[in-house]
Nanobody, 121 residues
Framework: QVQLVESGGGLVQAGGSLRLSCAAS????????MGWYRQAPGKQRELVAT???????NYADSVKGRFTISRDNAKNTGYLQMNSLKPEDTAVYYC???????????????WGQGTQVTVSS
């Protein structure tokens, strides 16, 4: 069906920046909204940011002003630019596309495998 492949995670010092990428592949006709989630050990998965197919964005209060979500529809790729990183941003970050319309004319909800982001103090 559809796969999301994430990249860009790693270890960064507090105050630094990372850019995560989420590349969608498969029998894609269009992608509706995309979102980034994160989950730290012992904590629930939380929504970080979303972007619609029209480019409207929404952010969790904890990252507002520091993170920027974007997408390149021609490349079926989403991005999360993370600036001014804090130790509390440490988590596994997941890309989600809840409404991928395939060339078979069905919708699929697709998750990436996750990428580790570690911010040292």
């Amino acid at each position: 069906q559809v796969q999301l492949v994430e990249s860009g995670g790693g270890l960064v010092q507090a105050g630094g920046s990372l850019r995560l990428s989420c590349a969608a592949s498969g029998s894609i006709f269009s992608i509706n909204a995309m979102g980034w989630y994160r989950q730290a050990p012992g904590k629930q998965r939380e929504l970080v940011a979303t972007i619609t197919n029209g480019g409207s964005t929404n952010y969790a209060d904890s990252v507002k002003g520091r993170f920027t979500i974007s997408r390149d529809n021609a490349k079926n790729t989403g991005y999360l630019q993370m600036n001014s990183l804090k130790p509390e941003d440490t988590a596994v970050y997941y890309c989600n596309a809840p409404g991928v319309f395939t060339t078979s004319r069905v919708y699929v909800n697709t998750w990436g495998q996750g990428t580790q982001v570690t911010v040292s103090s």
